[in-house]
């Protein structure tokens, strides 16, 4: 499955600011809509047994794409192949109330196209993640939660960054799907 992406997780600091005004109804949600990227990447690994590809993506990082079953170019990828991906992510952050149980659940689901050469591959997980640091001099935050998963970036709303404090516990929803065809 496609690992976190960078951008996506940005837009969640923006997402947790955006719901420390709203402290009292911990109900709040934020949905922060992603674009859709075109990109072709070029194949770095094949795991065969996990249907997974390493891909080089044009500005030089690496991402992990599972091939769904049925896509019958699959078997034969080759490293340097190039695969043409659409790519759209969208997340949703809620605030959380205090003593609620947290959370960390992931869904997916792969679809192949007529002609076995394309498929979707969609994939969601929510995680509760903690604020875990909260420099105001930067200004900064940082998220840490399941398996390790920990996050920092800048924060351009300083009046939201005051809003929130250390301990602050929200759920991120990520929904991410990528129609892949390989040439």
Same mark, same amino acid.
């Given at each position: 499955?496609?690992?976190?992406a =960078?951008? %996506?997780? =940005?837009a969640?600091?923006?997402?947790?600011?955006?719901?420390? %005004?709203?402290?009292?109804?911990y109900?709040?949600s934020?949905t922060?809509?992603?674009e859709?990227?075109?990109?072709?990447v070029?194949?770095e690994?094949?795991e065969?047994?996990?249907r997974?590809?390493t891909v080089?993506?044009?500005? %030089?990082?690496?991402?992990?794409f599972?091939?769904?079953?049925?896509?019958?170019r699959f078997d034969?990828l080759?490293?340097? *192949?190039?695969?043409? /991906?659409?790519?759209?992510?969208n997340?949703?952050?809620?605030?959380?109330?205090?003593?609620e149980?947290?959370v960390?659940?992931?869904?997916? /689901?792969a679809?192949k =196209? /007529?002609g076995?050469?394309?498929g979707?591959?969609?994939?969601q997980?929510?995680?509760? /993640?903690t604020i875990?640091a909260?420099d105001?001099k930067?200004?900064s935050?940082?998220f840490?939660g399941p398996?390790?998963w920990?996050y920092?970036?800048?924060?351009? *709303?300083?009046?939201?960054?005051a809003?929130?404090k250390?301990?602050?516990?929200?759920?991120?929803?990520w929904?991410?799907?990528?129609?892949l065809?390989?040439?």
């Open positions: 499955m496609k690992r976190l =960078a951008s %996506g997780t =940005a969640l600091a923006a997402a947790a600011l955006t719901l420390a %005004g709203a402290r009292v109804s109900a709040q934020k922060i809509t992603g859709t990227k075109n990109m072709t070029s194949v690994a094949i065969k047994a996990s997974e590809v080089k993506k044009p500005d %030089g990082t690496y991402d992990v599972y091939i769904p079953e049925g896509i019958k034969t080759k490293i340097g *192949d190039k695969i043409t /991906a659409k790519y759209y992510e997340m949703v952050v809620t605030l959380k109330a205090t003593g149980k947290p960390d659940q992931a869904s997916a /689901a679809v =196209a /007529a076995g050469s394309a979707t591959v969609s994939h997980r929510t995680i509760t /993640a875990t909260i105001p930067v200004p935050i940082t840490s398996k390790n920990s920092s970036t800048r924060v351009q *709303d300083t009046k939201a960054l809003k929130v250390v301990g602050d516990k929200v759920d991120i929803t929904t991410e799907a990528e129609v065809s390989i040439e």
